[in-house]
């Protein structure tokens, strides 16, 4: 079984602060997706990285995949109260179809 | 679009029930997955399929069988409800399992095993 964990489990900072989000494994993945949540819904995509070292910019958001392609990160600057929600990482191991979830960082903004 | 429809959105079980969580899918996608959700633990894989007729074992797998007839419907059966299978349940698809693959996910179905 491939393992995701994620860091911090719960964040809970200010409008307008900056912060990071961790998403950690022992294994290899061929690509990484990063999701976000909303009380009663399904998760949505927001990313997806496949290269060691990838940066990806969504406005705000900053993903990055780590060299040996075990972890990423997830920077977020000037946070709003709309950045609440709970962030998923889910690694894609290769040649198999199993999609693999980490265990999630609630991240709540406060105006 | 529908996308991804679940049904029904709330459940509650005696133990020892059994039912069937649907999941339709209007994408054409050949990949179907059951998630489960629970506090603490992100998302954990049940069962999934690359296409009609080919269902695997995920990594939470016991009390739960599922079928794929057709490539739009992918049902998650519980044969005897316990208390352990309280949880949010998830489906999914994608139109391929490749590094690039989004999933879509249905708005989820919450199930109490009393």
């Known amino acids: 079984t491939q393992l995701l964990e994620q860091s911090p489990q719960f964040l809970s900072i200010q409008e307008g602060e900056n912060l990071t989000v961790y998403c950690n494994s022992s294994s290899v993945f061929s690509s990484l997706q990063w999701y976000r949540q909303e009380p009663g819904e399904g998760p949505v995509l927001l990313v997806t990285?496949?290269?060691?070292?990838e940066v990806k910019k969504l406005k705000r958001l900053t993903f990055q995949f780590g060299d040996a392609r075990k972890d990423s990160s997830l920077h977020i600057t000037a946070a709003q109260p709309g950045d609440t929600g709970l962030y998923l990482c889910a690694g894609r191991g290769f040649g198999n179809e199993k999609l693999t979830f980490g265990t999630g960082t609630r991240l709540t903004i406060i105006p | 679009n529908a996308g991804v429809t679940q049904t029904p959105k709330f459940q509650v079980l005696k133990t020892g029930q059994s039912m069937t969580l649907q999941c339709a899918q209007d994408?054409?996608?050949?990949?179907m997955s059951w998630y489960r959700q629970d506090p603490g633990m992100g998302l954990r894989l049940i069962h999934y399929s690359v296409g009609a007729g080919i269902t695997d074992q995920g990594e939470v797998p016991n009390g739960y069988n599922v079928s794929r007839s057709t490539t739009e419907d992918f049902p998650l059966r519980l044969l005897s409800a316990a208390p352990s299978q309280t949880s949010v349940y998830f489906c999914?698809?994608?139109?391929?399992?490749?590094?690039?693959?989004?999933?879509?996910f249905g708005q989820g179905t919450r199930l109490t095993v009393v």
């Open positions: 999914a698809s994608s139109y391929s399992a490749g590094r690039m693959g989004e999933a879509f």
């Open positions: 990285v496949v290269t060691g070292g």
């Open positions: 994408m054409n996608h050949e990949y």
